[in-house]
C-alpha cells in the first residue's frame, strides 16, 4: 500500500482525501499532520461564532471518528518543518519523520498582519482560526472598544461579530468604498448606509501607521496625523499563502506553491492545493475553486484519468449582516462594456449586469440574490442575451420567479461544492432523498456556508411533486443517514421494542447499513436512556474517546485523569499518582482547570496497567458525563463562606459519576457569591447563600460564553440533590445528543423547566428514573484491567497465560 502524507488539515486538502477515499478507498496508507489542535472545521463560519449563532463543535467537519474509521493517522498541533523531496521524507517539529510515496501540501494561508510598529502588541490579531475567535471573545469580555483594519468580507463580518458581543467598533478601511473588489460604488454606499444604522462606524480612506500602547494596543494612529482608541485590533486585510516549509525545501514558490494543471509543483510526487497553492498566477481565497482543485487533484493522484484545472471563474455570494449581497466577474466599466441596471432606493435593492458584446461579463446584486445562479451560468457559459430579459425576480426583497422547473439541469446551485441543479435531482431520484439534511449529506450542497438550502429545499419540491412533505423535509435528521429526527427515533424505540444499534438501523431502514460517527453514539445513547434496566452498551459505538476510555492527544497519546472528588486529595493518592508517573515516564503530569491531575503523553498499550496501578476511578475526562465538580475550599476555612461546598461537592459527584448525558456536564460549587469556583459559567453550578443554596443552570465557560440562569433556592442539600437529579433527568430524556445544557435550555426555555420540575410528582418520578439509570454502571478500568478481550481488543495488551 502507498504510503499518502498530507501536511495541513484545512478544508480544501481534507476535501481532496474525501475525494480520494471515494475513488481508492485501499490504495493509500493516508497520514495527515495538522498545526493546530483541532479536527477539520469549516471557517467559513467563523464569523458565524463570532456572531453568537453557533459553537466550534456545529462547525466541525469531520470528527476525530472519521479519520480513524477511515484508518487515517492525523496529527494535530503538529507543523512539519521540512520536506526532504530526494529522500521522500517529512520531519515535523514535534520530532516525527515519517516516509511518503505521494505527499500533498494543503497548509492554506495566514493573515496579513500590516508590518507597522506594534503589530506584536498584545490585543492584535488576525482574523483566521478558532484561536483568533477565541482571543476576541475573551477580549470582549474584559474590554470594550475595538478597531477593525480592513472593510473587505472578512473585517465587516469581524466587526458585526465584536457588535454581538456588546463592543463598540470602528472599522479603518484604506480605501473610499467598502468592499471595493466586489462591489461598485452604488451597492458599497448601500451596505455602509446599513451597517451604521446597526451601530459601525466607519473611517474611510485611512492608513494606519502605528499600533500604540504598552504591552497591550491602546490605540492607532494614521497617516493623516489622526488618531483611534482602541482595546483590540483586529487585522482584516487579506491573506498570505503559508509557503514557508515548501520555500525552504526547494519547491518552487512565487506568491503561492506554483503548480500545473495537475496541482503537481516542482518537485516529484508532490503537490499543492488550496490558499497555499498559484494556478496560472492566481491564488484563489474562496472555497469553490478549492474544491475544484482537489477533486482533479483527486483522480491525478489515484491514477485515474483527469481532466486539466484550467482555473476558476469565480462568484460571490456573501451574507454581511443580514444583507444579500452577490458579485462575479468583471465591476467597472469601460469602453467596451454598458449596464443593465435596476435600483430601487426605497427597498434598498440593486441589481447591474456588466455586458460586453451581448453577453454578460460581470454582475452585482445587493439586497435581492435570487438572479445569481442564473446570471453566473450566463457569465460562465458566455451566453448571448439578445431579447433575454436580465431580471427575472421582481425588484423587491419578498419577490422571484422560484421556477425551478425551468432551470437547466447544468445550473450550479451550489457554487462552494460545485453542485448543479442536474446532480441535485440525479441524487434525489437514485438514492431515494426526502430531506435537505440527506441532501446535503449525498451531494455536498449546502455542506459549506449554507446560502443555496432553500434553493436546494425548492428542488427537492420540485423533484418529488406531491411526495415532498415540507415538514419532514426542513426538519433535522440524526444524520444523513436516515429522515428520523431524534423526536421519532426515541418513539420508535419505544414503540418497536428495538434493544440494539444494528437492529435500530435495520428495523428503520437506514440508508447507510453500517451507521457513521454521528448516528451510532447517538442511537447508543438513547438505547442506552430508554431501557436502563437492561441495556448492554455497544462500546465500538461509542465516539472514540469514550471507546478508549481516555482522551486522545494530538501526537496520538492519551492522557489518565483520575477522579478527585470536589477537588479533594489525599497524601495517599498524590503519593501513589506520582510513582505511576514516574514509573511510566509521562511526559507532563499537570493541574487541569477541574481540580484534578492529568497525566498526559501516556502511550496507549501503558493505559491498563496504569490504571491498575493508581487503583482510583476514572475522572472521566473525556466522557459526554459528569466530568468534574469544582468547589472553593468554603465555610470551614474561608472566612467568606456560608456553606460547606467540599462536602456537597462530594456528595455530587459521588452521585452521578459515570452518567450518561447528551453531552458532558461540568458542576461548580461556591460557598458564597463570590464565586471562587466558576459556578456561575457551569451546566449546572451551587452558590451558597445565608440559609441555603441558589442553583444555576445552562452556563457555559468555553468559546460560546454563556452565563447560568437562576433555576431555584433551596434551603437544604437534600433539596438540592433532588433538584439537580430531576433537572439532570429531565436534560438526559429531552435533548438532542451533542446538545450542550445552554443550547439544550435555550431551545426549550428556562420557563418550561422550571414548570416541569415545580411539580413535586414529577421530580419525584425523574428522581427515580435517575436512581434506576445510575445502578447500572460499573467503573470502565476496572472492567478492562479483568477483561483480556477489551486489553487486547482496545489496547493491543495481551498477557500471556502460562500454558501459552
Keep these: 500500500m502507498k504510503k499518502l502524507v498530507m501536511i495541513g488539515n484545512g478544508m480544501a486538502g481534507v476535501r481532496t482525501i474525501e475525494e480520494i477515499l471515494k475513488l481508492a478507498p485501499d490504495q493509500f496508507e493516508i497520514t495527515i499532520f495538522g498545526q493546530e489542535p483541532h479536527p477539520n472545521y469549516n471557517r467559513i463560519k467563523l464569523s458565524n461564532i463570532l456572531q453568537g449563532e453557533t459553537s466550534f463543535e456545529d462547525i466541525i467537519i469531520n470528527p476525530l471518528d472519521w479519520y480513524i474509521e477511515n484508518n487515517i493517522q492525523l496529527y494535530t498541533g503538529d507543523a512539519i518543518t521540512k520536506i526532504d523531496t530526494q529522500k521522500k521524507l517529512v520531519h515535523s517539529d514535534q520530532g516525527r519523520v515519517v516516509e511518503y510515496d505521494e505527499l500533498i501540501i494543503a497548509t492554506g494561508s495566514n493573515s496579513f498582519i500590516l508590518p507597522i510598529p506594534g503589530s506584536d502588541k498584545i490585543g492584535v490579531t488576525g482574523f483566521r482560526d478558532i484561536k483568533d475567535c477565541e482571543m476576541m471573545i475573551n477580549s470582549a469580555n474584559h474590554y470594550k472598544k475595538a478597531v477593525v483594519i480592513g472593510g473587505g468580507l472578512l473585517g465587516l463580518e469581524a466587526a458585526r461579530g465584536l457588535l454581538n458581543l456588546g463592543m463598540k467598533v470602528e472599522v479603518v478601511h484604506l480605501m473610499p468604498s467598502l468592499m471595493e473588489r466586489q462591489l461598485d460604488p452604488i451597492a ?9 444604522s446597526q451601530g459601525m462606524r466607519f473611517l474611510m480612506e485611512k492608513e494606519t501607521v502605528e499600533i500604540i500602547g504598552d504591552e497591550r494596543v491602546a490605540g492607532l494612529r494614521f497617516k ?5 482608541r482602541a482595546d483590540l485590533v483586529v487585522m482584516a486585510i487579506g491573506i498570505k499563502s503559508n509557503t514557508s516549509v515548501a520555500k525552504e525545501s526547494g519547491i518552487y514558490v512565487n506568491r503561492g506553491i506554483v503548480v500545473n494543471d495537475f496541482m503537481e509543483t516542482s518537485a516529484p510526487n508532490v503537490y499543492a492545493v488550496g490558499e497555499c497553492a498559484e494556478h496560472r498566477e492566481i491564488v484563489y481565497g474562496l472555497v469553490a475553486p478549492l474544491y475544484e482543485q482537489g477533486k482533479v487533484l483527486a483522480e491525478r493522484i489515484c491514477g485515474k484519468e483527469a481532466a486539466p484545472y484550467e482555473g476558476s471563474v469565480t462568484g460571490t455570494q456573501l451574507k454581511v449582516a443580514g444583507v444579500d449581497l452577490y458579485s462575479a466577474g468583471e465591476i467597472f466599466e469601460d469602453g467596451t462594456t454598458k449596464s443593465i441596471m435596476v435600483y430601487n432606493e426605497y427597498e434598498g435593492i440593486y441589481k447591474r449586469a456588466l455586458v460586453r458584446n451581448n453577453r454578460i461579463v460581470g454582475i452585482v446584486l445587493y439586497g435581492d440574490t435570487k438572479d445569481s445562479t442564473r446570471l453566473f451560468r450566463m ?20 419577490g422571484g420567479s422560484g421556477d425551478i422547473a425551468s432551470m437547466p439541469n447544468d445550473e450550479l446551485v451550489c457554487g462552494c461544492n460545485g453542485v448543479t441543479k442536474g446532480a441535485i435531482v440525479e441524487a434525489i431520484k437514485t438514492q431515494g432523498l426526502t430531506t435537505l439534511d440527506q441532501v446535503s449529506h449525498c451531494t455536498n450542497a449546502g455542506r459549506s456556508c449554507g446560502r443555496c438550502k432553500p434553493m436546494v429545499n425548492d428542488i427537492l419540491a420540485y423533484t418529488l411533486g406531491d411526495q415532498f412533505d415540507a415538514g419532514a423535509a426542513q426538519k433535522t435528521s440524526i444524520c444523513g443517514c436516515t429522515t428520523i429526527s431524534r423526536e421519532e427515533l ?31 453514539p447517538a442511537i447508543n445513547y438513547y438505547l442506552g436512556m430508554i431501557h436502563m434496566d437492561d441495556y448492554k452498551d455497544d462500546r465500538d459505538s461509542r465516539l472514540v474517546n469514550e471507546k478508549m476510555h481516555a482522551n486522545i492527544q494530538k501526537d496520538g497519546t492519551y492522557s489518565v485523569v483520575p477522579r478527585m472528588y470536589g477537588g479533594v486529595t489525599t497524601a495517599a ?22 481540580q484534578r491531575i492529568g497525566l498526559f503523553g501516556v502511550k496507549k498499550e501503558d493505559l491498563p496497567s496504569m490504571w491498575e496501578e493508581l487503583d482510583m476511578p476514572s475522572g472521566y475526562a473525556y466522557g459526554k458525563t459528569l466530568r468534574t465538580v469544582k468547589t472553593c475550599v468554603g465555610a470551614q476555612f474561608c472566612r467568606y463562606g456560608t456553606q460547606d461546598s467540599m462536602a456537597l461537592g462530594i456528595e455530587l459527584e459521588k452521585k452521578f459519576e459515570r452518567l450518561d448525558t447528551p453531552h458532558k456536564v461540568k458542576m461548580g460549587v461556591s460557598a458564597c457569591p463570590r464565586n471562587c469556583s466558576e459556578a456561575g459559567i457551569k451546566d449546572i453550578g451551587f452558590v451558597g447563600i445565608d440559609g441555603g443554596w441558589e442553583i444555576y443552570v445552562a452556563g457555559n465557560g468555553g468559546v460560546d460564553l454563556r452565563a447560568g440562569d437562576l433555576l431555584a433556592t433551596v434551603k437544604t442539600e437534600a433539596e438540592v440533590m433532588e433538584m439537580t437529579g430531576a433537572y439532570l433527568q429531565y436534560y438526559r430524556e429531552t435533548a438532542n445528543y451533542l ?22 410528582e414529577t421530580r419525584k418520578e425523574l428522581n427515580e428514573r435517575m436512581d434506576k439509570t445510575l445502578k447500572k454502571y460499573i467503573e470502565p478500568w476496572h472492567e478492562a484491567i479483568e477483561s483480556e478481550n477489551i486489553k487486547d481488543k482496545y489496547y493491543a495488551v495481551h498477557t500471556v497465560k502460562a500454558g501459552e
Design 188 to 196: 458599497s454606499s448601500l451596505l455602509k448606509a446599513e451597517l451604521e
Design 224 to 228: 493623516d496625523g489622526s488618531f483611534a
Design 379 to 398: 457569465l460562465t457559459k458566455k451566453e448571448d442575451i439578445t431579447g433575454v430579459s436580465i431580471f427575472e425576480s421582481q425588484c423587491s426583497a419578498e
Design 490 to 520: 426515541v418513539a420508535e424505540i419505544k414503540a418497536k421494542g428495538l434493544t440494539s444499534v444494528k437492529e435500530v438501523m435495520n428495523v428503520l431502514e437506514w440508508n447507510n447499513d453500517e451507521g457513521c460517527t454521528k448516528c451510532r
Design 573 to 594: 493518592d498524590l503519593k501513589k499518582i506520582a510513582e505511576v508517573a514516574e514509573k511510566y515516564d509521562v511526559p507532563l503530569v499537570k493541574l487541569t482547570g477541574g
Design 739 to 760: 446538545e450542550r445544557t445552554s443550547k439544550w435550555i435555550e431551545r426549550v426555555g428556562l420557563e418550561h423547566v422550571k414548570e416541569v420540575l415545580a411539580n413535586k
